[in-house]
């Protein structure tokens, strides 16, 4: 029963708030073989030993207003390297409240982390005073008032407490991430971006794949990694994997060779085309990959067809060996094949007779 009456002080005697999404490790501030890059005074880069960049984090102190009043709130929020929101926690003693002076159940922190992880909730556009249904005037102080929540948000928002998970999303998706994702985009490197590309968040890898920049150096685990997501099962990721080719890994026969050959295995037709502008684009086939398009060429599909001569077009393959194989294709039952084949050698008897 005393306890019960003096549930504040009960509360400071249990171990304190702390909640990360699902498949991250502990995220929560350690001192201890870190190393730390400030951004002001409240906004942390965390690093290991090696200087490698863990996470972000920062800590808010700032108020939650609600019924004539602004309640504290002392939160720190974490984010991983790319801006992807990770977690939050708070000091031993600390807790969140509803708007009847309750503290959060387990299950409401739960249910408020899984909203945090959420970056398509429409908080965006809502204002303070639409949280409840009140009239436009009231603003974000001690002004505000509570009401009955909002039928536009009462489904992502904790019962009794809109205020606090309002709050609490802006502070995620705010500035601050903005920030952090300027940083690594102006920041990434080869280690950073293989990280991402390695997360178990698929929107870790397409925040990477759509930062890759054509500056980076060629790296091979980097590029063992590219060539896993162009063969992945997920086609958006293995267009966006195509699509982030940095130049470098064009001038590599071995990266192209593998690029020709997923090419054969992938159905995504963007995908499809996302590579044949690649092996467009490359400085030059290497005599193996023009050698193992050939093998394939009788056997594939009239559009693969089609772009693979486009390919022999571009690079000006004009080999025996493929010119024999072309010169077949005009037994091709497809009449469009039979056509693109005759184009194709008019062209190489073209340029035999300029050549002359």
């Known amino acids: 029963m005393l306890c019960f009456l003096a549930f504040g002080s009960c509360y400071l005697l249990k171990n304190k708030v702390q909640y990360f999404i699902k498949n991250s490790y502990d995220w929560s501030v ?10 002001g005074d409240s906004l942390f880069l965390r690093q290991n030993s090696e200087g490698k960049s863990k996470s972000f984090y920062q800590h808010f102190s700032t108020g939650v207003c609600f019924d004539n009043r602004c309640r504290p709130l002392d939160i720190t929020l974490h984010w ?16 969140l409240s509803k708007t009847d002076h309750d503290p959060f159940t387990r299950k409401e922190y739960i249910q408020l982390n899984e909203i945090l ?16 249904n009140q009239p436009e005037s009231s603003i974000e102080s001690v002004n505000a008032i509570s009401g009955a929540t909002s039928e536009r948000i009462k489904d992502f928002v904790i019962k009794n407490a809109a ?4 709050k609490i999303w802006k502070l995620v998706y705010g500035e601050s991430q903005k920030f952090i994702e300027y940083y690594t985009d ?5 280690s950073n971006l293989l990280n991402l590309l390695e997360s178990q968040e698929r929107k870790d890898i397409i925040w990477g794949l759509l930062h890759m920049k054509d500056t980076l150096s060629f790296s091979i685990p980097l590029k063992n990694r590219l060539l896993s997501l162009i063969q992945s099962d997920d086609p958006y990721l293995s267009y966006n994997a195509v ?29 499809k085309n996302s590579i044949v502008r690649k092996l467009k684009s490359a400085p030059s086939l290497s005599q193996n990959l023009i050698s193992k398009s050939r093998e394939s060429i009788l056997e594939i599909a009239p559009q693969e067809i089609s772009s693979l001569l486009k390919i022999y077009e571009k690079h000006r393959v004009k080999d025996s060996a493929t010119i024999g194989v072309v010169r077949k294709l005009m037994n091709h039952p497809n009449a469009y094949i039979v056509k693109l084949a005759k184009d194709f050698l008019s062209n190489y008897e073209k340029s035999l007779y300029q050549n002359q």
């Open 30 to 39: 350690d001192l201890k073989n870190e190393n730390y890059i400030s951004f």
């Open 80 to 95: 991983t390297i790319s801006g992807r929101y990770l977690g939050f926690e708070m000091p031993k003693g600390e807790f």
């Open 117 to 132: 992880s959420n970056s398509d909730l429409p908080f965006r556009e809502i204002k303070y005073h639409e949280l409840m």
């Open 163 to 166: 205020y606090t998970t309002y």
């Open 186 to 190: 102006r920041h990434l490197n080869n």
């Open 243 to 271: 699509y982030a080719i940095p130049k470098a890994y064009l001038s590599d026969a071995d990266f192209l060779e593998i690029l020709f050959l997923s090419y054969l295995n992938i159905s995504d037709a963007s995908t």
